[in-house]
């Protein structure tokens, strides 16, 4: 809304708008578990545990900026840096 409100002339030609509701933690572990398959990784039980416990601690203290399917992408890539 920042951008569209940034110039009048953006204002009438958007006036319909999309929003999304976050993904709640069990869906962003879903996510993350996908994302691992397709990368050829698999989650034992107590990496799933771990990550649902971390994804339920992001979820209630999440703002706007809150990044669902950008947060799973980014964990997902830190892991892979750590390993």
């Known amino acids: ?3 569209i409100n940034s110039n009048p002339g953006l204002q009438s ?3 319909k708008y999309f929003y999304f509701d976050d993904y709640e933690p069990q869906e962003l572990l879903s996510i993350f578990e996908e994302v691992c398959q397709k990368n050829h990784f698999n989650l ?5 545990e771990v990550l649902l ?4 601690d992001l ?4 703002d706007k900026n809150f990044g669902n399917g950008r947060l799973v992408r ?8 750590k390993q």
Do not use: G, L, Q
């Open 1 to 3: 809304s920042r951008f």
């Open 13 to 15: 030609r958007f006036n």
């Open 53 to 56: 416990n971390k994804f339920k």
């Open 59 to 62: 979820y209630t203290v999440r």
């Open 74 to 81: 980014n964990i997902f890539e830190k892991t892979i840096e």
């Open 44 to 48: 034992n039980e107590v990496s799933r």
